[in-house]
């Protein structure tokens, strides 16, 4: 199993331009999230979904969109990028939305907007 | 809402000595699962141990342990003979919903420097 994967692990884009994080996940695991980090503001939900066709928003969702045509994959599509969405974003995905169940994280993508 | 509380910003270890970090947490829920993450310099987030809230037992991974106190409400972990590989960040974190989300909860984090 190659876990959780994301693409690309670093990028930098304008601010204006569009651009789609890649999420993937072979453990056939119904939930799945988005992350982003910054300092002194730890971890803070973007987007989730609790499977194929359902997505909800999290606490930072404006700017983001997301969806979900398969069990594996859970794009984040920034739709025009500005320097506050510079970030560390992490994917991650658990066999349930249980209160109970591990979440496993990608490696993350270091997104620079200039 | 649920909260996790982790009052140690750094904490120092020799190499070889164990190490306590601290976590608290506050939640209204009676089904819950308590994670630890470790968070090295090169940024990817590992999962390291999980407690649930009716397991008996402390878990236990390899060097890692969890000290569960139901009742302080408290999960702290414990690395036993520290490696320079575990200088890292490590966050406590509990799912549960807050803000109409379902979603990990994190702490703020512990700088762990293990020193040779």
């Known amino acids: 199993n190659a876990g959780v994967t994301q693409t690309p692990k670093f990028q930098v884009l304008k601010t204006g331009q569009s651009m789609t994080l890649q999420c993937a996940q072979d453990?056939?695991?119904?939930?799945m999230s988005w992350y982003r980090q910054d300092p002194g503001m730890g971890l803070r939900l973007i987007h989730y979904?609790?499977?194929?066709?359902?997505?909800d928003q999290g606490e930072v969702p404006n700017g983001y969109n997301v969806s979900r045509s398969t069990t594996e994959d859970f794009p984040l599509r920034l739709l025009s990028a500005a320097p506050s969405q510079t970030s560390v974003y992490f994917c991650?995905?658990?066999?349930?939305?249980?209160?109970?169940?591990?979440?496993?994280f990608g490696p993350g993508t270091r997104l620079t907007v200039l | 809402a649920q909260k996790i509380t982790q009052t140690q910003p750094g904490m120092f270890v020799q190499e070889k000595e164990a190490v306590t970090l601290d976590c608290t947490y506050d939640?209204?829920?009676?089904?819950?699962?308590l994670f630890w993450y470790k968070q090295p310099s090169s940024g990817e987030m590992i999962f390291l141990i999980y407690?649930?809230?009716?397991?008996?037992q402390n878990a236990t991974e390899g060097r890692y342990s969890l000290n569960f106190q139901k009742a302080r409400k408290s999960a702290n972990l414990v690395i036993s003979a520290s490696q320079l590989g575990d200088s890292a960040m490590y966050f406590c974190?509990?799912?549960?919903?807050?803000?109409?989300?379902?979603?990990?909860?994190f702490g703020k984090g512990t700088k762990l420097t293990v020193n040779p």
């Open positions: 939640t209204s829920d009676q089904s819950y699962g």
């Open positions: 974190a509990m799912r549960g919903r807050q803000g109409g989300s379902e979603k990990l909860v």
């Open positions: 991650a995905s658990s066999q349930d939305r249980s209160r109970t169940d591990t979440q496993y």
């Open positions: 453990m056939n695991h119904e939930y």
């Open positions: 407690q649930g809230s009716y397991d008996e």
């Open positions: 979904s609790v499977g194929a066709g359902i997505t």
